[in-house]
């Protein structure tokens, strides 16, 4: 079974970066890989995806042009770059998993399987 640890979250000014990064126990090579997000009193909520081969990424309106996905899959690791961050940002942020063949934008939040622990990103002066 594949596990994901999540880590790098932390406590930064507004207008700051961070970079989450994923790590998994096993090959991420037929996976599609997620970020998601949940703010206190808030639904968990895509943030970017990353299709099994890398074939295609997807953002959310309110990070795109800040955030950035990428995959090592040399280490098994996939990182979430975060610019320019906004108090709205202040949330815990996970990764997940799902083998599937379509693009990651068509997968649903209640088809992924393996799901990390997530890490707290707080953005604050």
């Known amino acids: 079974q594949l596990q994901l640890v999540e880590s790098g979250g932390g406590l930064v000014q507004p207008g700051g970066s961070l970079r989450l990064s994923c790590g998994s126990s096993?090959?991420?090579?037929?996976?599609?890989i997620a970020w998601f997000r949940q703010a206190p009193g808030k639904g968990r909520e895509r943030v970017s995806c990353v299709s099994r081969g890398d074939v295609s990424t997807h953002y959310a309106d309110s990070v795109k042009g800040r955030f950035t996905i990428s995959k090592d899959n040399a280490k098994n690791t996939v990182y979430l770059q975060m610019n320019s961050l906004e108090p709205e940002d202040t949330a815990v942020y996970y990764c997940?998993?799902?083998?599937?063949?379509?693009?990651?934008?068509?997968?649903?939040?209640?088809?992924?399987?393996?799901w990390g622990q997530g890490t707290q990103v707080t953005v604050s002066s």
């Open positions: 997940a998993a799902v083998r599937s063949i379509f693009y990651c934008s068509q997968i649903k939040i209640n088809e992924y399987t393996v």
């Open positions: 096993g090959n991420l090579d037929s996976y599609t």
